[in-house]
């Protein structure tokens, strides 16, 4: 197989060398994913699902990080050299993967590249150092949310293993990592109050490499490709570069849609993908 190279001198994404892929640990998995796999199907999505099924908990490190590891390095021993991954209760795809792979190519990211959170918030740990810090490497639009994330699949492997190690001497109260050392006495305390939910958080770890400038991380702020949205559902027709008066939320030009929150509601939910992504309206 012969490689485009990027702009960035990477080998572009293609049909061929990309996995598009999710985690379901969940008890009912066709039911949670079926609205993502309805979306994925509609545009011809080829989504595969390493875990599938199983017994749902709050260790998202472990289902959307360790347990995928495997499969990530299989894929690359295999010629796959790029990954985009969706949570499966509440992202849809709303374009084609022809133009999905298009823009990845044009962004052509270094890191790994991840939709952006609500401004100015550090979430799990809410914390002023932690939004300090992000703010001054990445900007106030800079905050990562982990729901949907896009890169080569080395640099998501090496991601995935800093932030378990970060996870882990977290876990044992050794504040000497680089993530996490450089932080106030006052903050390592209130980290270890909080330590059971964090180490078990991979968009946590994910914000403490933000935290350190890490250049594995990149945030699509522009929302060229990703977007997450919160306020209201949004018009998918009317994906463009600029907010014009009217809209109900702006989603850029994204082609990848993230809402831990709309989501909830899941008649709306369902309701909004068939009449607006599938119907296009």
């Not at 080829?46 to 998202?60: H, I, K």
Request: aromatic letters at 12%.
């Amino acid at each position: 197989m012969t490689n485009t190279i990027t702009k960035n001198n990477q080998p572009e994404a293609t049909s061929e060398n990309t996995v598009f892929f999710s985690v379901a640990a969940y008890k009912k998995p066709d039911e949670i994913t079926k609205p993502l796999r309805k979306t994925a199907d509609h545009f011809g999505i080829p989504l595969t699902f390493p875990v599938y099924g199983g017994e749902w908990n709050r260790n998202y490190i472990d289902t959307k990080m360790l347990r995928v590891i495997p499969f990530l390095e299989q894929w690359l021993r295999e010629g796959r050299e790029h990954c985009f991954f969706v949570d499966a209760r509440d992202t849809v795809f709303v374009d084609t993967a022809e133009n999905i792979l298009r823009t990845y190519n044009d962004i052509a990211p270094t890191g790994v590249l991840f939709n952006t959170d609500k401004m100015g918030i550090s979430y799990p740990f809410r914390n002023d150092e932690v939004v300090s810090a992000i703010k001054q490497n990445y900007g106030i639009t800079g905050f990562v949310n982990s729901g949907m994330l896009a890169g080569r699949i080395e640099k998501v492997l090496t991601l995935f293993r800093q932030g378990i190690e970060i996870a882990y001497y977290l876990g044992q109260d050794d504040y000497s990592h680089p993530a996490l050392s450089h932080f106030s006495d006052a903050s390592k305390e209130a980290m270890r109050k909080e330590k059971e939910k964090l180490c078990l958080d991979d968009q946590f770890v994910t914000q403490m490499l933000q935290c350190i400038g890490s250049e594995l991380v990149q945030v699509d702020t522009s929302k060229r490709l990703l977007a997450l949205f919160d306020g209201c559902y949004p018009v998918v027709r009317q994906r463009q570069k600029e907010r014009s008066l009217g809209d109900c939320e702006y989603i850029g030009e994204a082609a990848m849609l993230h809402s831990p929150w709309m989501s909830a509601d899941i008649e709306r939910w369902n309701a909004w993908i068939e009449e607006c992504v599938l119907g296009n309206v």
